[in-house]
């Protein structure tokens, strides 16, 4: 950038010197659900908190809509899942998505070099599609793990779940399971709802709603604990690994490398029952997103 001369030495000075503190501020997006709030808040705070100008852009929209803003530029960061990369690249049959370490390196490579996106290390958790049931069904071994449903369906143990169309019908959910599992349910071992809603199929399981005992849900859904519900445990890997990352523009983070470690450091401690337990606070209890953000980040003397 070239400028005109205006004056003493001293005044160009002082206009270059604006010109360098006037740094575009970093902009944080997330999707629209609750979980996407509560990230994309941690986010948000953490890079103020380094001193770092921030706009936040929170709850713009669906995976779509985001995923579009920020190869677009037209936000710099926001929370992603691993899992997705198979839906971004069309490649939702390669096994790599199923295994937590594999996926990531996938979409790490493969997004740095289609669109200058850096994805920074994920949490531990896993938000895919579970299965989820009452806790203390009669018969039903402690371990709660899908290796042993079949098992228990063989030997006449009630089971009705509550899902979406979706689930229902997309070889990649309950088909997905019941082949990796060997197991079958019957129509009338299903109530399908309409909608992809996970808090009504969850409530449907916890209140009994037409013999309803299980449940279609998330990884980390706040409601599972606070229903009493339990997530079978996918052993065998039928779902794709949904891990929870930060992305960010490759330029951002070149100007900025302290975002890596910060946001590294934070997602290290987002486990999966830590995450159901900050969603539950917002959506069971109500609080805000931001406030909950923020508690959680100097509760672990992540914030100063």
């Not at 740094?23 to 994309?40: C, F, M, N, Q, R």
């Not at 042993?148 to 509550?162: E, M, V």
Request: charged share 15%; net charge neutral.
């Amino acid at each position: 950038m070239r400028l005109r001369a205006i004056g003493t030495s001293a005044s160009v000075l002082l206009l270059w010197t604006s010109v360098a503190l006037a740094a575009p501020a970093i902009v944080v997006g997330s999707k629209i659900d609750t979980e996407g709030a509560l990230l994309g808040n941690m986010i948000a705070a953490a890079l103020e908190a380094r001193g770092l100008a921030v706009q936040r852009r929170i709850q713009l929209g669906p995976t779509t809509i985001v995923r579009a803003a920020i190869i677009a530029g037209q936000i710099d960061i926001y929370p992603e899942y691993t899992g997705n990369g198979a839906l971004f690249f069309h490649s939702e049959s390669d096994p790599a998505w199923k295994n937590a370490v594999s996926g990531h390196a996938k979409i790490r490579a493969l997004d740095r070099a289609e669109h200058r996106l850096a994805w920074l290390a994920p949490a531990p958790a896993n938000n895919t599609w579970v299965i989820a049931i009452r806790k203390g069904l009669p018969g039903f071994p402690e371990r709660r793990c899908l290796a042993d449903l079949a098992a228990y369906l063989a030997g006449g143990g009630r089971f009705k779940l509550a899902a979406s169309a979706e689930f229902v019908e997309s070889p990649a959910a309950l088909p997905a399971f019941e082949a990796t599992y060997g197991f079958q349910l019957r129509a009338g071992q299903l109530l399908t709802l309409s909608g992809g809603n996970t808090a009504a199929t969850l409530r449907a399981a916890a209140e009994g709603t037409s013999g309803v005992n299980a449940a279609m849900a998330y990884g980390t859904d706040g409601e599972l604990a606070a229903l009493g519900l339990s997530a079978l445990c996918d052993d065998k890997g039928a779902q794709i690994v949904y891990a929870p990352t930060p992305v960010v523009r490759a330029a951002v983070l070149a100007r900025h490398p302290e975002i890596e470690p910060l946001l590294d450091r934070i997602f290290a401690t987002l486990t999966l029952e830590t995450l159901q337990t900050l969603n539950a606070a917002i959506a069971v209890e109500g609080e805000d997103p931001n406030t909950v953000a923020i508690a959680y980040l100097k509760s672990k003397h992540l914030l100063p």
